[in-house]
Structure formats: structure tokens, C-alpha cells
């Protein structure tokens, strides 16, 4: 504590505020203040006690700018006139004033004290001048009475500002002088300095009043376009981006130019980016233009069948790229990947299981690489699916996204949300809630997506001028194929027959005596029941397609039953050490994936080592399938197909169109090529995985309208799932899907190939088969074909996930949805507000009318208004922003809540001719409300993530390297080594499968440098030191009040 009298330290009760407002509230008559800094808090903290001084004069030496320092040098030499640099002057001193007022307190006493100090400018009472010569850095307070007075006055001097933090908050020394002889001279320079003075009196109040949120002008109407403003902020100008010599034949379209602005912006924040335009729109051309903009090396990892299109459409943008496909991801990995700047990856969804060998290899690939992942599809129903896609570019605990540095904890969090336990209304209700929240938090920073119906309506004029327009999707025409009642029969046993299948031969590892179970084991029997599920619903899908499909699918399970009994019996079973069911799931590879299930390698067991009842269950199997197989034997009608020839021959669309035809079973593809080719010979052509590269570039010269060469020889395409994706087959305009679409996901790509940018049809055309019995009566026809197909999701039960890939329809939904004409649109975004309308509406201002655009961008931060709203009377929403970070909360008495811009927005929309209102007298309450709400949901957010860090694997890895750490053998580069790696693991920087295989090797080693081999085998050096590469060196951005507006 400080005990002399003279000297202020801001110490307890010896503040400077304190020792002011003693001496200007004993009689002072005169204040004058000489500082290098204007803060106007140093008045809000004084003004209570300066209301019976008769003078106050403030005089600033500004921190003048270097150029403004210059302007006035050359006035000095009369190289300019002293107008100008007096302008200059007082340019300086207005953004002082602007910048002292946005970061003041926002409390009432702020705001009367600026009024009070206007008020004390107005009546003569305070002058304020800035001194324009040179830079001063005094801080002197002169305190004076009338002169002749017995105590005439004071000076303090010493480290203080004339602000909150030199009057009361920052350890200070200051000395308070008494002699008269010290306040002569004090005030004698100050006079000297004071004449020098250019006066800005005038130019505070007019600076406060326009310029700072002090501005009580502002509508609502002003107010809510400056909240436009500043949400689209970044993107208004992206209409205005141009390209350059585009290669023939390829329109400048204005939605995909703004697409290819917006990327590379989240690109340069977050080092990612989704392009998840719905299917048709281009995402190729906009990939392809993003990687011309960033210029140097690009690697496009795409489906086999892509191949070649991605590769024509990169040369004849001149781009420097290799295209690989997605099965060649070890081979690209072993030639090398550094020289790669950035990594494109279409149907990115492929890769949406982090715990995948393929997922893996691919995280190797883009370490340190900008990585764009091409999708309509990104998200299924688990927030999982998003996250693993994320972590190709993002770190798991230490992310760029404002506001959830830990990605892992966040996604988390939303997983535990879907428990099984909920009835399907609440789970539904969930998946559509977490699907808003990772919208709205996370996707918006790294996510370019536009729907078809967002296109139309918002490029409207851009596409009409370039002589542009999506094609009509007609509604769905149902196909109904019957079965008589001996086969309608049939049809029910085979369904009630699959549900009695064990599936034993598929899941060997679940059967084995416990004592014969190792860990791997454990771990594998979970992978082995994916494979029963899949079996299973394999055989459902089958049945659906078409009998022959089904028949050849019997005839491979009694195969395969066979062989695995006669290995029995022979006393030694071989199960499959690793089977990656869902890579080849999530890659749509059912045939691929039954091949491999039938090899039997790796690991050796003895029949004995199985449970008795094992083999009991085997033979039962067989039994069953024999069964099902010397019924269908002897059916040869085949209604469906005989459904399909009769429309073909008599529909007039589908008589003289070209026409693709999509089945998800190969064997169904090959057996209606073939039944279709005695009718219609060479027009018919058959694709499928094991179709060859020339067979792919015949559909191409007939299918593709860009393709160089031209044929029209094949007008039937008959084509499994292979070429739902990404391939342009829009000379055709029809599509027939021969199996239930189970997923509606599998619909929207398949229309996709015909509805795209520039297709000459204006009409597509959908046909959807459906099985039904025998019935007249159109309405009985759906109702039986809803029966069907909800026969087949009883017959899977728990497995239906096998079948539809989706869980949130029933039997009807599946049936409503793929038969409406909107499943050509996303219809996950149905519910969503788009945001182009609103961006449409700033750019028209900015085209429209130039005066108010600039005046919108010149309204000051913190900027506020108040109006008559019936329906949110007493409720103020306030605008924040962090960085790239933009919240909205609104307060209404005690209750405080964040909405999202869509209500944000439709609160604050107005009109010109809406008038404005005083502030409540409640505003500073509500503000404060809103205040507290948007740091405690940063606070919150950071708290919660940053005590989640690690998972169960990280942890124990984390715990190896720690402990090796401790051991004296390491070298320095073994410690330098383990210390970036225990940095990547906090951070989420690695793989999830490669720290769990490496912790399951662990377990069984003790020695030191053996561990430390391991680790440094499956983890290298250069791995570590690419996926630290991105670390966010960015500062914490300070939070901003935009806007205010109260409803009264």
C-alpha cells in the first residue's frame, strides 16, 4: 500500500480516479489535460465529479500515423497547404474517437457519459484539440482555481492515460505537484501547446453522433441490411469473379462461378472443403476450376469408371494433374505423395468409415495437403459419416472450426443422441436435429452445396441469358408386376425360410469354444456378424431383383455350404482373418465382397475347437437353401421381365428414347441384356464392375452428349450401380429402376445421370418396378406393393439397415419417396431456408443502388435500433461475431436463447418505409443478457471439448509414449520423435485404425526400443510431420457486437 500522499499508483486507496475526483470536487474551476491518447473512459469514470468545474480543455498529441506524420512535415515546409494537413489531422483523430467508442463498455454509463460529454462541448463548457506537429506522449493534469486562491492548483504527472485503465485498472506512477512555481510552468507550456492546437470539438460530436453506434439515425430498415452486409460479407463479390480463356464448349455459368470463389475461401481457412452440390450441377468443372486457381500439383482420386472423364476434363482445362482410382490408394502411396499440393476425391462418401484399411491410406495421402472432397452425398444419417470425412483434413482435438476445436468430442456427443432405444418417431426427430446442428456449427465453414431448386430460383437470369434450364422430372410411373397365387405363395415361404437361416457358415468366430477365442478374435466376431447381416439381406435383394439373380445367388450359398462342411468333416476350418465389410459395403461392392467372404485363409482351427452344435447348425442351413433351391427350380414365368418387355413395346416414351435401365445385382443386369437383346439385338448394351474399358467408352459415344466420338447404335443401357455416379449419360432421359431403390440415396444419383447442366431434354422420365398379388384395383395395387416390401424389412428385422442403407423410412415412406417427382432434388434440405434468397437481396442494393450500399458498409460497429413488433415486443437480438465465427442471441425479460440466421433473419427483416422507435430503457439489460449468453456458449464449447480429448486407444498409446519417454536408453531424435507424436495424439492428428492395430500389438510387448520399432514402423516420422503440418497458427479473434436491434 502506498503511504505518501504525493505519488498514485493505483494501489488500494491510492487510485488516480480517487485523487482526481477529491480535488475536482473541492471548488476546481479549471481542468487541463495534456495527453498522447484520446479515451474517452477516462471522462466516462470522471464526469460525475467535473460537473462544477467551469473549463476543461483536453488537448491530444495523437499517435499519428506515419503518413499523416508526413502530410503535416510537408505543410511545415509548405509543400502542402495547412487545409490539407489539417484534414489529415482530423481524419486521424476521427478514428481514434471511432475505435475509442466501439471498445468502450457496453453499459449505460458509457452512453450518458458520451451525451454528457457532448453536452459539455455544445455549452462552451469543454474544448478539445489535437496537437498537429508531432507525436506526444505527456500525460499532465492541471487542476486550478481562480487565481489569487490559497490553494491555486495542482499538476499530476507521470505514467497515467486519460482512460480506465491509467485512472483505475493499470499499475501506475504518478507524482501530484503543489508548488505554484511547478503549475506556472506546467501551464505555460501547456498555453504554448494549446494555441498549436487544430480544434476538433466539433469534430468529436459529429465523429460520435455518425460514425460510432452512438448514431441514433439508423432504421430498421438500414439496420437490417447491414446485417446482410456483414453475414454474406465475404461473398457478395463472388458474382463478380472471372474466368479466363474456358475451353470450348463450356459455359461461364454464374452459380459455379461463385462455388469455385466460396471453396477456395474455406480452403485458405480450414484446408478443406465439401462440394456437395446436388448431382447434376457440375461438381467436376467446379473442381477443376478451383484446382487451376490454386495452381501447382494436383492428385484426383475418383471411381474407376471416372477415370478417363476426369482426366479429359483436366486436360482441356490445363490442369497438372494424375488421376488414380479409388482402389489404387496403396500403389499411389508407395510412388510417393509430397509433391501433390492438393488432393481431389470424388464420391468422397466412399470414405465416410474411418476404420478402413482404404480410409487409412487415404489419410496418409492427404496429410499437409489442401483436400477437396467431391460429394452430393455426404451425409447419411450417423454424424460420423461427416466427421471421418472431416478428419482427412481437419484435426480431431485442435481443429480451425470456430468455436469446436475438438471435432471428435462434438460429433461424439450427436452419436450418443441416436440411442437404439428411441422409438423410430424420436430417432427420426433426432437424425433431422443433429443433421441442423452440424449445418449450422460446422458445414456452413467448410461446405459449398446448392440444391437444384436453390439454382433455378436464384440464377434464374444467369441461366435464361446463357440459354439454360433444368429439365422437368415428371412424376415417378409405377410398374406393377404380379404374382399369381402359386407364386405369391412361394414368395412368402422363401421369406419366412431366409428369416430361419443361422448364417452359421459366415460367422465361424461365434461359435468357437471360449477357450479358443483370442482377442483378435472378439474383435473379428463383431466383423463376422456384419457379414451374417449382409448375407442375409443379400439374399432379400436377390429375391427382389429377379428370380434368376436369386436362383445363382442359391446356388453360390449351397456351394459355399458345401465346401465349408466337406472342411469340417475333414477335421480343420480356415477363418478369414480380416474381411473389411464395410469398405466393400460403403463402396456399393456386394459381388466383389461375396467372392471374398468365400476364401478361407488365414487362421487355422480344428473342428473340435468348435462348439458341438455348430456343425448341427450347418447342415440345417443347407438344408434350407437346398430346399429354397428345388422350389424355385421350377419356376420358369418371370412376370417382372414380362412387365418390362410389354411397357417397352408399348409406351411411347420408352419405345423410341434411349433408356437406362438400373438393377443393384450384376447376375439381374446380365440375364435382362440378354432376354432384352432377342428383342432388341445390338441396341441393347450390358455394364457392370467386371465390364471392360471399351465396353465403358461405348456407352460414352452413345450416352454422353460430350463425348468426342459420337455413336447412336445402342439405345438400351442396362447397368448396375457402377454408373450412379458422376458419369454424364444425359443423352438419355428415362430411367428404369428394375430393383425397389431401397435407398433413396441411390435414386437421387441415378436420376443424376440424366439430369444434369445442358442436357437438350426438357422432360426426365422415371419408372419404378414394384411386386404385388393378383388385384384389379389400382389403389390395391399400392397397398400390396407397400405389403411386399414392408415383408422384406420384417425379414430382416434388426438387419434392415443391410437393405435400405438408410433408417429413418418405413415401408410407405420408401414407396411415397422414390415415387415423387422431387427425388431428383436433395429432400434432406427440404426443410432448410436457403440463404441465396438473402444474399440476392444485398446484391441487388449493391447493383441497385450505390448511395445506400455504402452507406449500409460505412454504418458503424455495434450499430443499434429499436421498433414496433407486436410479436417480439421486449425482445433485443444481437448480432455477434469471432473471427469467422457469427452468432445470434435474443433476450426477451430474463430469458436469453441463440437462434440461427433463418430467424435471425425473419426478425429483422423490415421494410424502408418501417419507422424507428426510442431504445427501451430495458436495452442495456437485454444487451447484457445476450452478452453473457455468446461467452458462456464459447466457454462452454472450449471446456467441454478440451476435457474430452483423447479417446480409449489415443489414451493408451499416449501412456506407451509417456512411459518410453522415461526410459534412459532413447536417443535425442527417439525423444524429439515421441514428443511430436504425443503432440499429433493430443491433436487428433492420427489415423484411428493405425492406433488401434498398433495398440493391439503393444499389449504383448514389454521391451522399450522393441515398442518403440513398432511404433516408429506404423507411424512414421514424415507422416507425423505432414498432418502437423496445417496446425492453426491463427490468434484468438476478439468478439465483435455487430448490430442490435430492440421490439418494443
Known amino acids: 500500500m502506498n503511504t505518501d500522499s504525493r505519488f498514485f499508483t493505483n494501489e488500494p486507496d491510492a487510485t488516480l480516479l480517487s485523487r482526481f475526483q477529491k480535488i475536482l470536487e473541492n471548488n476546481t474551476q479549471f481542468f487541463d489535460v495534456l495527453v498522447g491518447y484520446f479515451r474517452s473512459s477516462g471522462f466516462f469514470q470522471l464526469y460525475p465529479s467535473l460537473k462544477n468545474v467551469e473549463k476543461i480543455r483536453i488537448l491530444v498529441g495523437l499517435n499519428i500515423d506515419k503518413v499523416t506524420y508526413q502530410v503535416l512535415s510537408r505543410s511545415k515546409d509548405g509543400q502542402e497547404d495547412i487545409f490539407t494537413s489539417t484534414k489529415r489531422v482530423e481524419e486521424g483523430f476521427e478514428k481514434e474517437v471511432t475505435e475509442e467508442v466501439e471498445n468502450a463498455p457496453d453499459e449505460k454509463s458509457t452512453e450518458e457519459g458520451i451525451h454528457k460529454f457532448i453536452e459539455y462541448i455544445k455549452s462552451g463548457k469543454l474544448e478539445l484539440k489535437v496537437y498537429p506537429e508531432h507525436p506526444i506522449h505527456a500525460k499532465l493534469y492541471i487542476l486550478r482555481k481562480t487565481a489569487g486562491s490559497e490553494d491555486f492548483g495542482k499538476v499530476i504527472t507521470g505514467s497515467s492515460n486519460f482512460s480506465q485503465s491509467g485512472l483505475v ?591 437438350k431434354h426438357s422432360e426426365i422420365f422415371i419408372y419404378n418396378f414394384f411386386p404385388t398379388s393378383q388385384s384389379e384395383e389400382q389403389i390395391g395395387l399400392e397397398k400390396l406393393a407397400v405389403a411386399k416390401i414392408q415383408a422384406f424389412h420384417d425379414t430382416l428385422g434388426e438387419d434392415t439397415q443391410y437393405l435400405t442403407g438408410e433408417e429413418e423410412f418405413n415401408s410407405w415412406e420408401i414407396f411415397t419417396r422414390i415415387n415423387s417427382s422431387n427425388v431428383a432434388d436433395e429432400g434432406s434440405d427440404e426443410y432448410v431456408e436457403s440463404e441465396l434468397g438473402y444474399l440476392k437481396q444485398i446484391r441487388n442494393i449493391r447493383d441497385e443502388d450505390e448511395k445506400l450500399y455504402e452507406k449500409i458498409r460505412k454504418l458503424p460497429a455495434k450499430c443499434r435500433t429499436a421498433r414496433e413488433k407486436l410479436d417480439a415486443s421486449g425482445t433485443l437480438v444481437t448480432f455477434f461475431r469471432r473471427g469467422s465465427l457469427r452468432k445470434f442471441f435474443k433476450t426477451k425479460e430474463k430469458d436469453t436463447s441463440e437462434i440461427q440466421f433463418g430467424e435471425a433473419a425473419k426478425l429483422l427483416h423490415a421494410q424502408p418505409a418501417d419507422s424507428k422507435t426510442s431504445l427501451p430503457s430495458s436495452f442495456y439489460d437485454l444487451l447484457k443478457g445476450n452478452i453473457t449468453a455468446f461467452e458462456e456458449s464459447i466457454r462452454d464449447e472450449s471446456e467441454e471439448e478440451t476435457e474430452k480429448r483423447g479417446s480409449g486407444s489415443d489414451k493408451t498409446l499416449m501412456r506407451h509414449i509417456k512411459a518410453l519417454l522415461s526410459f534412459r536408453g532413447l536417443t535425442e531424435d527417439d525423444e524429439a520423435y515421441l514428443n511430436t507424436l504425443l503432440l499429433a495424439l493430443e491433436e487428433g492428428a492420427v489415423n484411428k485404425r493405425s492406433i488401434n492395430q498398433l495398440v493391439t500389438k503393444l499389449k504383448e510387448m514389454n521391451k522399450p526400443l522393441a515398442i518403440l520399432a513398432e511404433i516408429r514402423n506404423a507411424i512414421s516420422e514424415g507422416y507425423l510431420i505432414k498432418v502437423l503440418k496445417t496446425e492453426d497458427q491463427r490468434r484468438p479473434a476478439k468478439r465483435e457486437i455487430i448490430l442490435s436491434e430492440a421490439f418494443t
Open 169 to 759: 485498472d493499470n499499475l501506475e506512477f504518478n507524482v501530484e505537484l503543489k508548488d505554484k512555481a511547478d503549475v506556472d510552468y506546467a501551464l505555460k507550456k501547456f498555453e504554448e501547446l494549446w494555441e498549436k492546437g487544430v480544434d476538433v470539438t466539433d469534430k468529436y460530436i459529429d465523429t460520435v453522433k455518425t460514425k460510432t453506434w452512438i448514431n441514433d439515425e439508423i432504421t430498421p430498415y438500414e439496420l437490417y441490411l447491414k446485417f446482410l452486409y456483414e453475414y454474406f460479407r465475404e461473398k457478395i463479390n463472388y458474382d463478380q469473379e472471372m474466368f479466363a480463356d474456358l475451353p470450348k464448349g463450356y459455359l461461364d455459368l454464374e452459380y459455379q462461378k461463385e462455388a469455385v470463389a466460396d471453396a477456395l475461401l474455406k480452403l485458405r481457412e480450414h484446408n478443406g472443403v465439401f462440394l456437395s452440390d446436388v448431382v447434376g450441377l457440375g461438381k467436376t468443372y467446379i473442381s477443376t476450376l478451383i484446382a487451376k486457381k490454386l495452381g501447382g500439383q494436383t492428385l484426383v482420386i475418383c471411381p474407376p469408371v471416372l477415370k478417363e472423364y476426369w482426366e479429359d476434363t483436366l486436360r482441356e482445362f490445363g490442369v497438372v494433374a494424375k488421376v488414380k482410382s479409388h482402389g489404387k490408394l496403396d500403389e499411389v502411396l508407395s510412388k510417393g505423395v509430397d509433391h501433390y499440393d492438393q488432393v481431389i476425391i470424388d464420391e468422397a462418401h466412399r470414405f465416410r468409415n474411418e476404420i478402413t484399411q482404404s480410409f487409412e491410406t487415404l489419410h496418409q495421402i492427404c496429410a499437409g495437403k489442401k483436400v477437396i472432397l467431391v460429394t452430393a452425398t455426404p451425409l447419411n444419417n450417423r454424424p460420423k459419416d461427416i466427421a471421418s470425412q472431416m478428419f482427412l483434413f481437419q484435426k480431431k482435438n485442435n481443429s480451425t472450426i470456430p468455436n469446436h476445436k475438438n471435432l471428435k468430442a462434438f460429433f461424439d456427443a450427436l452419436e450418443k443422441k441416436l440411442d437404439p432405444k428411441l422409438t423410430k418417431e424420436e430417432y427420426i426427430q433426432i437424425v433431422k436435429e443433429n443433421s441442423q446442428v452440424i449445418r449450422e456449427e460446422i458445414l456452413k465453414y467448410v461446405m459449398v452445396r446448392r440444391t437444384r431448386s436453390e439454382v433455378e430460383k436464384f440464377y434464374k437470369e444467369d441461366m435464361t441469358t446463357q440459354g439454360l434450364k433444368f429439365p422437368k422430372v415428371q412424376e415417378p410411373i409405377k410398374l406393377y408386376y404380379k404374382f399369381d397365387e402359386t407364386l405369391d405363395s412361394l414368395f412368402l415361404d422363401t421369406l419366412s425360410i431366409i428369416k430361419k437361416i443361422a448364417y452359421a457358415r459366415y460367422e465361424p468366430a461365434n461359435y468357437l469354444k471360449t477357450q479358443a477365442l483370442t482377442e483378435e478374435l472378439q474383435i473379428q466376431k463383431v466383423g463376422q456378424e456384419n457379414v451374417r447381416g449382409f448375407m442375409k439381406g443379400l439374399l432379400v435383394k436377390r429375391l427382389e431383383s429377379s428370380f434368376y439373380a436369386f436362383k445363382e445367388t442359391l446356388k453360390r450359398f449351397i456351394k459355399s455350404y458345401d465346401n465349408f462342411i466337406d472342411m469340417f468333416d475333414k477335421g480343420t476350418v480356415f477363418i478369414s482373418k480380416k474381411v473389411d465389410v464395410y469398405d466393400y459395403l460403403d463402396w456399393g461392392l456386394e459381388d466383389e465382397l461375396l467372392e471374398l467372404v468365400e476364401e478361407n485363409a488365414v487362421i487355422k482351427y480344428s473342428a473340435s475347437e468348435f462348439q458341438p452344435h455348430f456343425k448341427d447348425l450347418l447342415t440345417a442351413d443347407k438344408k434350407y437353401l437346398e430346399q429354397l433351391m428345388t422350389k424355385w427350380d421350377k419356376v420358369t414365368a418371370d412376370p417382372k421381365f414380362d412387365e418390362l418387355a410389354k411397357r417397352l413395346a408399348t409406351d411411347e416414351q420408352l419405345k423410341s428414347n434411349k433408356i437406362l435401365i438400373f438393377t443393384e445385382s450384376k447376375e439381374t443386369g446380365k440375364y435382362l441384356s440378354d432376354k432384352l437383346k432377342e428383342i432388341y439385338e445390338d441396341a441393347v448394351i450390358s455394364i457392370s464392375g467386371g465390364s471392360k474399358g471399351a465396353e465403358f467408352e461405348i456407352v460414352k459415344q452413345n450416352f454422353d452428349p460430350r463425348s468426342r466420338i459420337k455413336d447412336d447404335t445402342k439405345r438400351i443401357l442396362v447397368t448396375t450401380d457402377v454408373l450412379s455416379e458422376g458419369i454424364n449419360l444425359h443423352h438419355a432421359n428415362i430411367i428404369i429402376n428394375y430393383d425397389i431403390p431401397w435407398n433413396s440415396i441411390r435414386i437421387l444419383q441415378r436420376v443424376g445421370r440424366v439430369n444434369r447442366v445442358g442436357t
